[in-house]
């Protein structure tokens, strides 16, 4: 009789925490799964006298405790791809960091001052575009950029070379080379 009396006081306690938690939960929202979790509980306080009457209490405490392990090896498993993800980009901003210092240090051979500098990568490290805005050194007077301006290629001769420069080092397409001049 003993252990129908702790197994209804358990089962009042349980409901009487529901509520609770219920009550005090910040958003709406969160009820469902506070309820879901809650009908888990109480389906094995629910089972646990029928269970231990035939001798398999143990048993489904086993089984529980098993999936337990394997619920936080999930979990173990989504938080190491999560980190593994944010350290590819970790090293994909960093590698385009250091992919813009060196396209800013070939814009200063060709005479030229990178202003900006940006570089987009795929996720396989490849370069997908150059963007950059430049603007010409104190040593180049207006003159000689307006006389360089009258080529045949409608482009400044240093950054023409400096594009066929970057297309060359970097194996790309004139389309993903952008040059502003300032």
Avoid at 116 to 138: C, N
Avoid at 149 to 172: A, C, G, I
Wanted: include cysteine; hydrophobic fraction near 40%.
């Amino acid at each position: 009789m003993s252990y129908i009396y702790t197994w209804v006081k358990n089962l009042v306690c349980f409901y009487l925490l529901l509520t609770v938690v219920l009550h005090l939960l910040p958003q709406k929202s969160y009820q469902k799964y506070v309820r879901f979790f809650a009908g888990m509980l109480l389906t094995i306080l629910v089972v646990s006298p029928v269970l231990s009457l035939m001798g398999s209490e143990e048993a489904l405490r086993t089984k529980i405790s098993q999936a337990e392990i394997f619920q936080d090896l999930d979990n173990i498993k989504l938080d190491t791809e999560h980190l593994e993800m944010a350290q590819k980009e970790i090293y994909l901003r960093e590698y385009e960091n250091a992919l813009e210092m060196d396209v800013g240090r070939i814009v200063e051979q060709k005479q030229l001052v990178p202003k900006e500098v940006r570089v987009r990568l795929s996720k396989d490290y490849e370069v997908e575009s150059i963007e950059m805005t430049v603007a010409f050194g104190e040593d180049d007077s207006m003159f000689m950029q307006k006389a360089f301006y009258e080529n045949d290629s409608t482009e400044y001769p240093k950054v023409y070379e400096l594009k066929q420069n970057l297309m060359e080092y970097y194996r790309l397409d004139e389309s993903q080379i952008s040059i502003a001049i300032v």
